[in-house]
């Protein structure tokens, strides 16, 4: 079964997911992104970084669940990086609630959990602390976090990350691999 964690970007979802990944009974699903790398983002880790063309031509050939626009970039769940019959790991994937809604939408089986943030203004300073977006940017992932929000109803649990341990406590019991 493959667990997604989704919420509003900034909501601490990569933060959370390290913190699981320390455990060597889940492997993380890598998907793809047009984006440029961030300083210390590495390729085949934290995204499969592609060019357009390289991206359309994955998207074209059905190598990818689903696929989606995001701040004027592209990015998508690698097929091959979900269905590994062979891999005995659990599986978590760190997605948006759009790539959420449409990985549903195929009838994959997924367990969702929607990581909240204590507050906008949490948030907002959260993202604001990370430095990595232009103020335009920045505006325009705040603006869509209220949205992303409404979406908390579709899931199987939420999960608010106000204190980091007690959130990460909070997923590893979710997904059975603590008491
Ligand atoms: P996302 O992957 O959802 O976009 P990140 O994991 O990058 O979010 O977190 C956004 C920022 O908030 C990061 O700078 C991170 O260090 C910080 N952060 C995450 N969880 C917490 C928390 N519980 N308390 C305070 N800051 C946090
Ligand atoms: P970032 O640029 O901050 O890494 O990611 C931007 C947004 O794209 C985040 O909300 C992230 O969850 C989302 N994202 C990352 N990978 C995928 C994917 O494979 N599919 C979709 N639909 N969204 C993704």
Redesign the pocket.
């Known amino acids: 079964m493959l667990t997604v964690l ?1 919420g509003p ?1 900034g909501c601490g ?1 990569t933060t959370i997911l390290r913190k699981v990944l320390e455990d060597a009974r889940v492997r993380r699903v890598v ?3 047009t ?1 440029s790398p961030r300083p210390g983002e590495v390729h085949g880790r934290d ?1 499969w970084f592609f060019s357009d063309a390289g991206f359309e031509s994955l998207r074209a050939a059905g190598g990818l669940l ?3 626009d ?2 004027g ?1 592209s ?3 690698p097929r091959s990086e979900v269905e590994r019959p062979d891999d005995p790991r659990q599986v978590v994937l ?3 609630p ?2 959420f809604r ?1 990985l549903r939408k195929t009838g994959t089986p997924v367990f969702g959990i929607f990581v909240a943030p204590p507050s906008l203004e949490a948030l907002k300073a959260r993202l604001l602390a990370r430095g ?1 977006e232009t103020p335009d940017q920045l505006d325009r992932r705040i603006a869509r976090a209220a949205a992303d929000l409404e979406a908390a109803r579709e899931y199987d649990a939420v999960v608010v990350n106000d204190r980091l341990e007690a959130a990460v406590s909070a997923v590893k019991k979710l997904m059975g691999l603590e008491a």
């Open positions: 989704s970007s979802k998907t793809a992104t984006r995204y689903e696929s989606a995001n701040y970039c990015y998508g769940t760190d997605i948006d759009q790539g449409a990595t």
